[in-house]
């Protein structure tokens, strides 16, 4: 957490200090600055003073220009000073809730740090869309710049890519070539990361497109997948369900985690309650079908090359693969000892 030298809440009431009793009581409500740290609408504000949304509209701007030109807001301008620089060593444009929380974890303190955000001229405020976050920053071409961007990161990546995140870092590095290298360094970089609501990271630390399942996880499968991920080779389905357990704090039962895999094609089945992922290469289907795909691929081998080759698809016993040679329905041995699909 960032620690700045002035107090807030002192600073917003002595500028507030120079309203009149109703201009004073609008920018308490609309920015949850009294005892109450709820910010109120427009309308419910006009409700209250049986006045329409647009006049007390009129009256937040009236109050907001008539501190500015106080001598009242001169006065604060260490303060505005200090937030500017705090901004500044934040990365220059920062997301507005991660801010005021490095600022201070209480609603009061931030809803004043917000407030002077607002008052302070230095300070813009760019509001969420469907690209970003609510942000804040103290140089145009900055925030330019990055958003820019982002928006060429967003566009390089796939659904289903799936970074580390100093992989996601020096990627978005690539297309901050304008960028002052001052601010090039991995936490201002990781900040600016959170900016993008198109690009997110997920519960085990790696970053893609927020609308891809394996960032924006909803089941089961998802928490699966990135289990089996992790894990980085075949793993039982009952340790699956652990980890999703562990790592997503999700009850996973057992069986049900099993019979999710079952239904997904991300998912194969390699040995007897083993899982792998389908991107991984691994042949689909039971030991038969992967045998019969083997041939398809490589025309007649003998009994110890398909084994061999069958090995590296599915953990089971030599024997199973011999056993399932036998069905004369599927496979048939020419004089070379050699085997084919019948």
Do not use: C
């Amino acid at each position: 957490m960032a620690t700045i030298q002035f107090k807030p809440k002192q600073s917003v009431k002595r500028l507030l200090a120079v309203l009149p009793d109703r201009a004073r009581a609008v920018l308490v409500s609309r920015y949850g600055l009294g005892k109450s740290t709820t910010k109120m609408t427009l309308d419910a504000i006009g409700k209250t003073y049986g006045i329409t949304r647009e006049r007390v509209r009129q009256i937040e701007n009236y109050a907001i220009n008539n501190i500015r030109k106080a001598e009242a807001y001169k006065s604060e301008t260490a303060a505005f000073k200090e937030l500017e620089n705090l901004i500044h060593s934040l990365g220059g444009i920062v997301v507005e809730e991660d801010f005021l929380n490095t600022v201070s974890k209480d609603a009061a303190t931030q809803n004043a740090v917000n407030f002077l955000l607002v008052l302070g001229e230095t300070f813009k405020k760019r509001k969420e869309d469907d690209d970003f976050k609510h942000r804040w920053h103290v140089n145009e071409e900055l925030a330019a710049q990055v958003e820019g961007s982002l928006h060429k990161l967003y566009a390089s990546l796939s659904d289903q890519d799936l970074l580390p995140e100093s992989e996601m870092v020096n990627t978005f590095l690539t297309h901050l070539e304008s960028v002052s290298e001052k601010y090039k360094n991995q936490e201002v970089v990781r900040r600016w990361l959170g900016l993008s609501k198109r690009v997110g990271k997920n519960a085990i630390g790696e970053w893609g497109v927020s609308h891809s399942p394996n960032i924006k996880t909803k089941g089961m499968r998802d928490y699966a997948f990135l289990v089996i991920r992790k894990h980085g080779s075949p793993i039982h389905f009952r340790e699956v369900a652990n980890q999703i357990n562990k790592v997503f704090k999700k009850k996973a039962h057992v069986a049900t985690t099993h019979n999710e895999l079952i239904k997904d094609p991300r998912f194969v089945l390699v040995g007897r309650g083993l899982y792998a992922l389908a991107e991984w290469g691994y042949m689909s289907g039971v030991v038969k079908d992967v045998i019969r795909k083997i041939l398809d691929k490589n025309g007649p081998l003998t009994r110890e090359e398909i084994v061999d080759k069958v090995m590296k698809e599915r953990y089971v016993k030599e024997n199973t693969i011999v056993v399932n040679l036998q069905n004369h329905k599927f496979f048939k041995k020419d004089k070379d000892n050699k085997y084919s699909n019948a």
